[in-house]
């Protein structure tokens, strides 16, 4: 599981091919010449696409109201940036993502950890999670609500049954895949039960633990955006469907957009971290 | 003063389960202090099994071993493993590596660092300090698992198979420098290995151990005395003569064992 889903946490597959290479360093792979060109191909692509979208709108192929030309999404964007619009829906649903993201993630660590190293902990959990995980987290929300109201902790609660789900099942994979001879090192270098636990157990799963959270940050963000269809008037869930029902088609577009930058600083925050909690990490050092 | 001491040693695995198995049985070895013993013997034969149990890692079904004279019940600083596949902790550099059974013996850090360069240069990695065990070949590992270990100073160590997992060329240079190594600190060693060229040059005695149950078969006197260099005991007719005759021995048991052992 561990493998094919770390694959989704955004990494390129340029970037993974790269990295076979490095073990190969002696063979003097037509590698160098090949970069520029590539690089070149790689800005190039999404321009062409930008300029051929811009054309087609223009010539009037397409109207307006489906796809809007790049110009007008961005004269409309940098308005509602301008004018607060943009910036205040953002923070309220960071707001929503980063407390059910930390609060997920941070009970998801713990309880994996547990679930991994002890076989009571495991036999209760174990059943629970299996119940729970399939349920889609979205179709939780409506139950949230009633139990915690309209306000945003249904919102908060639901992102946080997303990651913590996650979060939880690739640390016990974590911790389940520890080599267990490092424990008899550590155990015969004479580390206690409590030692090996804090020492051993918790940095070998993390590099399992961030592939969780990778996931996580995914899964919060879809949550985010459902969650907002309901029972608020902030966030950019919200503003992306009011666009919809006022048909700014502009807005709509500004918005997704938004949500993919959003997606891609999540990312680039999960890596940050990893790089400075893990460093040893293959995923580390492939970047 | 360290010795080991295995008398009638005898373990069954799953005892309570279905198939219970018989690793290894009867098996009484001395190890007297500051010598050097490889076991040898065919695989599945519970070399390792006797390694780990000194080790304390696994219990005895029958029988006691005694190091230093004190029953063993548990793993301790008194002996250090070298494993085969070098168990460094991926997550901590080459000094980090090397302090931790420091760290774990209440070692002040100034004085565990200083500990830690010395042995880090005793294996010569020094300048690979702040690497991490991937970035290090497997030789290089295998000298700082043993750099780990050696610094902690235990009065026993214990080796498994410690340069199966390693090429011919860096296995030879291994040997060597453990020799080395040994011959400036020593202390009692019980090494289990495959490769009885590498049991003959490396031990005092080497033991042959019989297929499953494994028993002792014979022990042979490996010492080498009166030779310049490692060139002239590797070359000597003595050197032939003992690896040929404990090949012999361990190679009747592996044909005992039968290719479904294998």
């Known amino acids: 599981m561990t493998t094919d889903v770390s694959n989704l946490g955004g990494r390129q597959a340029g970037g993974a091919l790269a990295v076979e290479l490095t073990g190969l360093e002696g063979l003097k792979l037509p590698r160098k010449s090949w970069f520029p060109r590539s690089t070149v191909i790689r800005v190039l692509s999404p321009l062409i696409l930008l300029v051929a979208w811009e054309l087609i709108v223009r010539i009037g192929k397409v109207g307006e109201i489906f796809l809007p030309p790049p110009l007008s999404v961005l004269r409309v964007f940098v308005r509602l940036t301008a004018d607060g619009t943009l910036p205040y829906a953002i923070w309220m649903s960071f707001l929503r993502t980063g407390q059910g993201f930390l609060y997920g993630s941070l009970l998801g660590i713990i309880v994996g950890l547990f679930v991994g190293w002890s076989q009571i902990i495991e036999d209760i959990v174990d059943p629970l999670v299996a119940a729970i995980y399939p349920i889609p987290k979205s179709a939780l929300f409506p139950l949230f609500m009633l139990w915690f109201g309209l306000g945003d902790p249904s919102k908060v609660v639901t992102i946080l049954v997303g990651v913590l789900f996650l979060v939880l099942i690739n640390t016990v994979t974590g911790v389940k895949t520890l080599n267990p001879i490092l424990i008899r090192a550590a155990r015969d270098l004479g580390a206690s039960e409590r030692q090996i636990f804090l020492k051993v157990v918790l940095p070998g799963a993390l590099p399992n633990i961030f592939t969780g959270l990778r996931l996580g940050a995914g899964i919060a963000l879809i949550l985010v955006f459902v969650t907002e269809l309901e029972a608020t008037n902030s966030g950019l869930g919200y503003l992306l469907w009011e666009s919809y029902q006022l048909m700014l088609v502009q807005q709509m577009f500004a918005c997704i957009i938004t949500f993919g930058i959003l997606g891609i600083l999540s990312t680039w925050f999960i890596q940050w971290l990893e790089k400075v909690l893990c460093p040893w990490s293959t995923t580390v050092t492939r970047q | ?262």
């Not at chain 2, 696994?58 to 493993?81: C, F, M, Q, Y």
């Not at chain 2, 010492?223 to 021995?249: N, P």
């Open chain 2, 1 to 262: 003063m360290a010795d080991i001491v295995a008398r009638n040693v005898r373990k069954i695995y799953n005892p309570d389960k279905r198939y219970p198995v018989l690793a290894i049985d009867e098996v009484s070895l001395e190890v007297r202090e500051n010598e050097f013993v490889a076991i040898v013997g065919p695989s599945g034969c519970g070399k390792s099994t006797l390694l780990y149990m000194v080790a304390g890692f696994l219990d005895l079904t029958a029988g006691e071993i005694k190091v230093n004279g004190k029953p063993v019940e548990a793993p301790g600083p008194d002996r250090g493993i070298v494993f085969q596949h070098f168990a460094l902790f991926p997550w901590k550099t080459v000094l980090r590596n090397v302090t931790y059974g420091l760290e774990e013996q209440k070692i002040p850090k100034a004085e565990r660092e200083k500990i830690a360069r010395k042995h880090i240069d005793m294996v010569k990695l020094t300048g690979f300090e702040h690497h991490y065990p991937s970035q290090l070949s497997g030789g290089m590992k295998q000298r700082v698992a043993i750099a780990r270990t050696l610094a902690f100073d235990p009065e026993v160590l214990l080796m498994d198979e410690p340069f199966g997992a390693l090429d011919a060329q860096t296995r030879g240079v291994m040997q060597e420098e453990l020799l080395s190594i040994w011959s400036k600190r020593k202390k009692t060693v019980l090494f289990v290995t495959h490769d009885v060229r590498e049991a003959v040059y490396l031990a005092d005695r080497v033991v042959i151990m019989t297929a499953r149950p494994g028993r002792i078969k014979e022990i042979v006197d490996t010492k080498f005395a009166g030779y310049k260099s490692t060139e002239e005991v590797l070359e000597s007719a003595a050197f032939a003569q003992k690896t040929h005759q404990i090949w012999k021995s361990v190679r009747e048991e592996v044909d005992k064992a039968g290719p479904l052992d294998g």
